[in-house]
C-alpha cells in the first residue's frame, strides 16, 4: 500500500521568511497530492492541491512542487505570517482510491513574529 | 449549502465498552470516510462508504465496523474498546470519483 513520509516534524520560522515542507510517497499509482492545514482543536482543511500532471501550482504565497520521478512533492509558504502557524499534512491517493487518503505524519510549523 | 457534522464532538468510554460515533455528510456528497487521528499524527484511514457499502478498508480490526444510511449519512461504530483506540475520529465526505474531502470538525474519543 501506499506509504507517505513528511519532513520535518518541526519548523520554526521568522516572520516574512519562507517555510518549505517535503514529503515521498512510495506507489506509484497515485497521482492526487493534497495539503492540509491543521489549527489546534479544528478539522483539517485543505489549502492547496496538485495532480501528477501537473508540475508546480501556485495559490498567493502558497505553491505545491512535484517530481513524479522521485516521487517527492513539496510546500512552499513564502513571507510567512503568524496565522500560518498550525500543522501541515500532506497526503496521496490514486484516481481508483478517490477519498482514501495516505497521510504523511504532520509538520508543526511557528512563526515567531 | 451545509458541511459536515459530527456528534458528539466529545466522549469518554471504559475499556471493553462500546461506541457509535455520527456523520452527516455534506450537501451533495454521496461518500463518507472515516479517519482516525491519534495525538501528533496524521489521520489514519479506516473505511469509506459508498452507496450504503463499504468501498475499501484501511489497516483496522474488524471490531471497527460502520454504516451509511440512505440519505448519506454515516456510523462508525468500535467495540470493545482498547486505550489505544483513544484519538480524534474524522468524517470525510466527497462526491463519488473526486478526491477532494471535506472534513468534519471530529468526535474526540477518550477511552479510560
Redesign the interface.
Known sequence: GEN?E?HPSTLSVQEGDSAVIKCTYSDSASN?F?W?KQELG?????II?IRSNVGEKKDQRIAVTLNKTAKHFSLHITETQPEDSAVY?C?A?A?D??????????TQVVVTP | ETGVTQSPTHLIKTRGQQVTLRCSSQSGHNTVSWYQQALGQGPQFIFQYYREEENGRGNFPPRFSGLQFPNYSSELNVNALELDDSALYLCASTLSGANVLTFGAGSRLTVL
Do not use: E, H, I, N
Not at chain 1, 482510491?97 to 504532520?106: C, E, L, R, T, V
Open positions: 507517505v513528511q492526487y493534497p492540509y479544528k478539522r483539517p482543511q485543505l492541491d499534512f497526503a491517493s484516481t482510491s478517490w477519498g482514501k487518503f495516505q497521510f504523511g505524519a504532520g
